[in-house]
Structures are given as structure tokens and as C-alpha cells.
């Protein structure tokens, strides 16, 4: 009987609209919260990657001061003449954003890919030098 009881209120309650507020209020409330776990962890990983590319960038630094010399124009060439002297292994991806280096005069460029994977977009993460 009591059985009976609960579930004719549940029908009553479902029926005039009082539970389902409640559930798309619990519902946006956890979706909100997946966002910004999500959000947390996309700026976790920016600046993993940014201090990634400060690494690199401070290597690049001592590298032209010892040398007198720009950095070559691409990731790879740059790795060869970083390893092992400046850097203790190379680094041509991190965090799985591929790095790229552009030199202009005497300054430089190390660009990851952001959140969109593509490079030469607004959301890449970028450091540079002289």
C-alpha cells in the first residue's frame, strides 16, 4: 500500500511538472561543471606547454650567445644544435602540439599548436626572443 502511495505521488509530481525543473536544474548544474573541469584542464595543459617552449627558448638564448649565431629556421636543425649541449633530449611536440621555430633577423619564434591542433592560429601558444 505505502508502495502505491509513492509511486501515485511520484506520477502526481512528474505529471504537474514540479520534478522535472529540479532534473534540468541537476542536469545544467553537471553539465556546467564538466565545462569548466574541461576549461581546467586545457589551461593545465597551456601552460605545461608554455613552460615547454620557455625551455626551449631559454636554450635558444644561451645557444645565440655562446655562438653569436640566430637558431636554424626549423624544429629538427634546432633540436641538432640544442641536443645534448642545451637541451638534455630534443623537443619537437609537446604535450602532442607539434613546435614549430621561425627566424627572422635576429629573432626567433617557437609556436605550438593550441586547443585546435592547427598552428598559425589565434589560439597558439607562442614564445620568442630578441
Request: aromatic share 6%; glycine share 10%; charged share 20%.
Amino acid at each position: 500500500m505505502v508502495r502505491t502511495w509513492v509511486r501515485w505521488i511520484g506520477i502526481v509530481l512528474i505529471g504537474t511538472g514540479l520534478v522535472a525543473p529540479a532534473c534540468r536544474k541537476a542536469q545544467e548544474e553537471y553539465k556546467e561543471s564538466q565545462v569548466q573541469a574541461i576549461r581546467t584542464l586545457r589551461a593545465a595543459d597551456r601552460l605545461a606547454v608554455q613552460a615547454d617552449l620557455q625551455r626551449i627558448r631559454d636554450a635558444v638564448l644561451q645557444y645565440m650567445a655562446d655562438t653569436g649565431q640566430p637558431p636554424p629556421g626549423n624544429i629538427e636543425a634546432l633540436m641538432q644544435v640544442l641536443v645534448p649541449r642545451y637541451l638534455p633530449q630534443a623537443v619537437t611536440e609537446t604535450h602532442g602540439m607539434p613546435i614549430q621555430c621561425f627566424v627572422e633577423g635576429g629573432r626567433f619564434e617557437l609556436r605550438a599548436a593550441g586547443p585546435d591542433g592547427q598552428l598559425r592560429t589565434d589560439d597558439d601558444i607562442v614564445v620568442g626572443g630578441p
